[in-house]
């Protein structure tokens, strides 16, 4: 049994990390709260934007426009968004993984314009091509660098660099359940809800036309699906920071408890056998 | 809707609701001049040039510069996208008018190595910005 200065001293140094994480779970959930908020109103944004570029699309049909149908190029542009900071148990490398472990996305073809380091550090170590490295920009996500960033790629995208962009960021459902999630951005996916959005704006006209509305409206949808994930991911990580910090938090409880329940046997062991040795000691000289 | 001479009107940017409420009529600019927009119109979407929003409410009128973004035009109601709006207020003068003069430099030296199309779009920006202070 481990002496009870052995167990004392490391109690004390759980309860030290104890209070660390503690603090960590409530900067966090202040973070979170903000986070959240912001994400919720450009939350607004981004689905007026969705509905148009719906309707658009189901008005147009499948014609032959260059951000609808794949590049010639076999490179294709990832845009992975994750943190710059550790500890928010798997949620940097759960956003890693949907590229490492994708069939469609072979390593040689891809170009990764990371968003954050912990992404970037993986991914490199794994061998893929960091293309740009943005670490300060999801430290306060800006519609600014959002736009930069769409204008960048969709340069490339016409240049015929890159044939099709993705992006991979964790969604955010809500404070428990966030999800990493991988679109694609170009060419625009035409699903299902856009057939569905067609019945209500089928009255819709464009000036200009639509083909030419398309040039126009695709990049800034394209700027707002970036800056949408953007603020999810930061809601998304401190969410993950708060709920791993949480579980720290009650593993050190439970260490605590078990190493105090130790600790007081251990002591008990020792007055019994300091009791023992002084009545043997009685009786030996009586 | 009870009133037919006014329509609701969202301004809406990434960050922010910029302006909620009844209007009576609507003005800006767009990729195809600018356009005044009364309640009943026919179903429209139209692209935002850089210029001034003026809003007309039932008993006052607000100004706004607006730089980016496209417009859906119902009967009843409007959504302005917004990338980039400002009320007057939050336009620093100064900033603007040394862009003015930065934009209008660029384009008279015409030398090969420039964006005309950035100088330009910069040129209608810090108009639109004075203007709206004015």
Redo the contacts between chains.
């Keep these: 049994m481990a002496s009870m200065r052995d167990i004392k001293r490391r109690k004390s140094s759980i309860q030290g990390t104890q209070q660390i994480t503690k603090a960590m779970k409530l900067v966090s959930t202040v973070k979170l709260q903000r986070a959240r908020a ?1 994400a919720e ?2 939350k ?2 981004f689905d ?2 969705y509905q ?1 570029v719906s309707s ?1 699309l189901s008005r147009v049909g499948h014609i032959e426009h260059k951000y609808l149908i794949p590049g010639k190029a076999a490179k294709k542009a990832v845009i992975v968004i994750t943190s710059n900071r550790g500890l928010a148990g798997g949620y940097n490398s759960n956003v890693v993984k949907l590229i490492t472990r994708n069939e469609e996305l072979s390593r040689e073809d891809l170009l990764i314009y990371a968003i954050g380091n912990k992404g970037k550090d993986i991914l490199q170590r794994n061998g893929y091509e960091i293309k740009e490295e943005l670490p300060e920009v999801i430290e306060e996500p800006s ?1 600014a660098d959002a ?1 930069l960033l769409a204008q960048r790629l969709l340069d490339s995208f016409a240049k015929e660099e890159i044939g099709e962009i993705y992006l991979a960021y964790t969604s955010f459902k809500n404070t428990v359940s966030h999800e990493p999630r991988l679109i694609r951005l170009l060419p625009v996916e035409c699903d299902a809800d856009m057939q569905a959005a067609d019945a209500q ?1 089928a ?6 036309e639509d083909i030419e ?1 398309l040039d ?2 695709i990049p ?1 949808y394209i ?2 699906l970036i ?1 949408g994930a953007m603020m999810e991911a930061v809601a998304s990580e401190n969410g993950a920071r708060m709920q791993a910090m949480d579980n720290a938090t009650s593993n050190a409880e439970e260490m605590i408890s078990d190493l105090s329940l130790k600790y007081n046997r251990a002591r008990q062991g020792s007055i019994t056998q300091e009791l023992t040795e002084i009545i043997a000691g009685a009786e030996a000289l009586g | 809707m009870a009133d037919n001479n006014s329509f609701k009107l969202h301004i ?6 910029f302006y909620e409420g009844e209007a009576e009529m609507v003005e800006f600019n ?3 001049g600018e356009i005044g927009v009364l309640p009943g119109h ?6 935002i040039k850089p210029g001034i929003l003026k809003i007309y409410e039932k008993d006052a009128q607000k100004d706004a510069a607006l730089h980016a ?2 417009a ?1 035009i119902l009967p009843d109601s409007i ?1 302005i ?1 917004a ?1 980039i709006v400002e009320w007057p207020n939050e336009i620093d003068e100064e900033r603007a008018e040394s862009a003015l003069h930065r934009a209008e430099e660029r384009l008279h030296q015409k030398t090969p190595d420039i964006d005309v199309a950035r100088a330009e779009a910069a040129l209608l920006r810090a108009m639109a910005r004075i203007q709206v202070l004015k």
């Design positions: 912001n109103r450009s607004t944004y007026c934007m148009t658009i519609y736009m704006n009255m819709m006209n464009f000036e200009p509305a126009m409206i800034k700027t707002s800056y | 809406i940017t990434p960050d922010r609701v767009t990729t195809e026919i179903p429209l979407t139209v692209i973004g496209f859906e959504t996208l990338e």
